[in-house]
């Protein structure tokens, strides 16, 4: 599964809030609506899975991106791992807590070319 491009980068603070949104909703999703696929699919036997959110409300637990540099901050790397060794809630927890972290550093990113008078 390949990570799909950025369709067109946030010009305005408006359009990070936007982004960030539906990366959010995304998130979101994958944890308590569609809790039961995203747990099957980070498999510990798999290799070093992300949770992406993407900006049109969706997710994604794939392999981070292979271009160096990424095009945006990567989420938190080998969320898989612990999934068995943990109770199922404390694992789930963790995984929301490194997906807030990485939904905070894309803002950040983009919204780190702006000046004060944007």
């Known amino acids: 599964m390949e990570m799909p491009p950025i369709s067109s ?5 408006e ?3 936007k982004d960030y949104c539906g990366r959010r909703n995304g998130i979101i999703r994958a944890l308590t609506q569609e809790v039961d696929e995203f747990y099957s699919l ?3 036997e798999k290799e070093n899975l992300c949770l992406y959110g993407h900006p049109n409300n969706t997710w994604e ?3 981070p991106a292979e271009e160096v540099p990424p095009e945006l901050p990567e989420p ?3 969320i898989n791992f612990a999934r068995d060794g943990m109770n199922r809630r404390d694992w789930l927890s963790l995984v ?3 997906s807030d972290s990485w939904l905070l550093s894309v803002a ?3 919204g780190a ?4 008078n944007d």
Do not use: K, Q, S, W
């Open 61 to 63: 637990a794939t392999l």
């Open 15 to 17: 359009e990070i809030f």
């Open 76 to 78: 938190a790397l080998g």
């Open 108 to 110: 950040f990113y983009l």
């Open 113 to 116: 070319r702006f000046n004060g």
């Open 42 to 44: 980070c498999d510990p």
């Open 96 to 98: 929301a807590v490194h």
């Open 9 to 13: 980068t946030p010009r305005t603070v």
